[in-house]
């Protein structure tokens, strides 16, 4: 009897970028060998979660060795998919899509920033991390011609209207949206919503949580 694969909780799969992140520290420090114990004391989670995490994608630990360092780099980085080189725009080449570009890593993470766009004809040629700034009549043959992945929306609400449908069209299959708003889109597409707000009124509550605590 084939059993039905398991859906791994999102909670898991956002876990894994930091994962990532603390393995790859230890791979530049020349560390080959971790337990779960030493590395929940890195990271601040429990040896159990670590263990638990993992364990959603088949373990990875060896019973009295605990993890090979770069064999579970390698396998995160599998099961992100950071090995496929998606090709990536990004629509929007105001503030904050000027500083993703320059100031986002995409190809250490295994993304490739091929294109900027932006409606603005006072931007049009504009470089932006050696990438020309092109004017949104051109997205339908640019995206065809470098069969991109993945766009990054860097707009307003109103614009997002109109964006979205011509994006899903071309067949981009990922949108990591900072446009504040959610969007609507087929099953087949993938969305990550960037609410940098809620990030912020999120730390508004620890501090303020912090502080009850103190006056305890």
Same mark, same amino acid.
């Given at each position: ?68 360092? /770069? ?6 980085? !599998? +099961?992100?998919? #950071? ?5 990536? %725009? &990004? ?49 339908? /043959? ?6 991109? !992945? +993945?766009?990054? #929306? ?5 614009? %997002? &209207? ?55």
């Amino acid at each position: 009897m084939i059993q039905e694969k398991r859906e791994v909780p999102l909670v898991v799969v956002k876990r894994l970028p930091r994962y990532y992140r603390y393995l790859g520290e230890l791979l530049r420090k020349g560390i080959t060998r971790i337990s779960s114990g030493e590395l929940s004391k890195r990271m601040g989670v429990t040896a159990s979660q670590i263990r638990q995490d993992f364990n959603c994608f088949g373990g990875f630990g060896q019973q009295g060795y605990g993890y090979n360092v /770069e064999k579970l780099h390698r396998e995160i980085a !599998n +099961i992100l998919g #950071l090995s496929h080189g998606y090709k990536t %725009i &990004i629509i929007g080449a105001g503030h904050l899509g000027h500083a993703l570009a320059n100031h986002t890593n995409f190809a250490k993470r295994g993304f490739e920033l091929v294109g900027i766009f932006d409606k603005k004809p006072e931007l049009a040629g504009k470089v932006i991390n050696d990438l020309p700034v092109l004017p949104m009549e051109e997205l339908e /043959e640019f995206c065809n011609t470098h069969q991109v !992945n +993945i766009a990054i #929306l860097a707009l307003p609400k109103s614009a %997002i &209207i109109e964006v979205v449908p011509r994006l899903v069209a071309l067949g981009i299959k990922g949108l990591w949206n900072f446009s504040y708003t959610d969007i609507a889109v087929p099953e087949d597409v993938a969305v990550e919503n960037v609410h940098l707000s809620d990030s912020l009124m999120t730390l508004s509550y620890k501090i303020t949580e912090k502080q009850k605590q103190g006056d305890a």
